[in-house]
């Protein structure tokens, strides 16, 4: 009888949009994604952070941060984790055998991002009633370093390739909740890691560098659709370039491929009477060949490319019955 309760409560609990389809998450894949390997990086003891998601006219968004990131090397994950209601910051070697390594004792850390060498992680925190922008780093030592100090929330750390300086984004208006991120207008600042310099750019949010240093990929909400879509941003001569827009979806989170010629992105997906929910697609850097490349119905964001260019790191529900959160990596070749 206690089994038979248990199974009915997992039934309830999966039913998505009053739609009366069951979500199967324990599927690692489906028929859609045809011969590829998936491959389960982290487990429920890891205790991954999870998504926040939002509904857009009948579509469902989500809220976007760095949860992990994968060093130069492609040998470890450093990403964001929820243990004993605190968030924090993790590392994990991918060659397995090792322990994973907690990197910050703190209270509410997000949004984390490897220096192209290797030794730091940069990350946000809400602390004394702002986000501001810190370092540690990646494997051993507690001293921690201070970027940002401003009373404006400041978010998405990213080293630039060449490790000189971070891009961050600073938020127009104070926030508390993560989820009121998206009716802010953000825009990109530099710090100069050596002279301590601050350079406020363009308008722009979720910020991925190309290769060569030299431009962004960013999100914006466009003002009449309400909906999100991705721009090209050079940073030194200050031209943009719309890549992506939809009157009937958003276009979030995006991860520019290592040869610089694809973006990794996250888009909502699901027809009439079928549940939304959110999947991964590439996109030429031009902003032609869309393609979808997971179609599990449990929701599958945050992609990040191996540094070969040949797989893809994500988070996603799949693989678990509960539809618990963890990292998982898609073969591309």
Known sequence: ????????????????????????????????EGGIKFTKITDEEDGVRWPVTINMY??????????????????KIAF???KNNKGNLFVKDLRGGKATLQRTFRDNVIDVSFSPDGKWLAFAEYREWSWN??????????????ITTGNLPELYPVFSPDGKYLLFVQTERSIYNIEEEKYQKKYLWTYDLEKGI???????????????????????????????ELWLVNLENGQEFLIISSKERSFTNPCVSPDGKKIACVSCTGAEHTPANLDIYLVNIDGTDLTQITFHPGHDVCPRWSPDGHSIYFLSQRGSEKGEWNIWKMDLK
């Open 1 to 32: 009888m206690k089994n038979l309760l248990i199974i009915i409560f997992v039934t309830i609990m999966v039913l998505v949009n009053g739609c009366g389809t069951v979500i199967q998450y324990s599927l690692i894949r489906v028929p859609q």
């Open 58 to 75: 009948d579509k469902i968004e989500w809220v976007p941060r760095e949860f992990f990131d994968i060093s130069k090397d492609g040998l």
């Open 80 to 82: 964001m984790g929820w």
């Open 133 to 146: 922008i810190y370092m540690i780093g990646a494997e051993a030592g507690s001293a921690i370093r201070q």
């Open 198 to 228: 601050l350079t406020q750019y363009a308008e722009g949010s979720a910020p991925s560098f190309t290769p060569d240093g030299k431009s962004v990929i960013v999100q914006r909400v466009n003002n009449e659709t309400g909906f999100i």
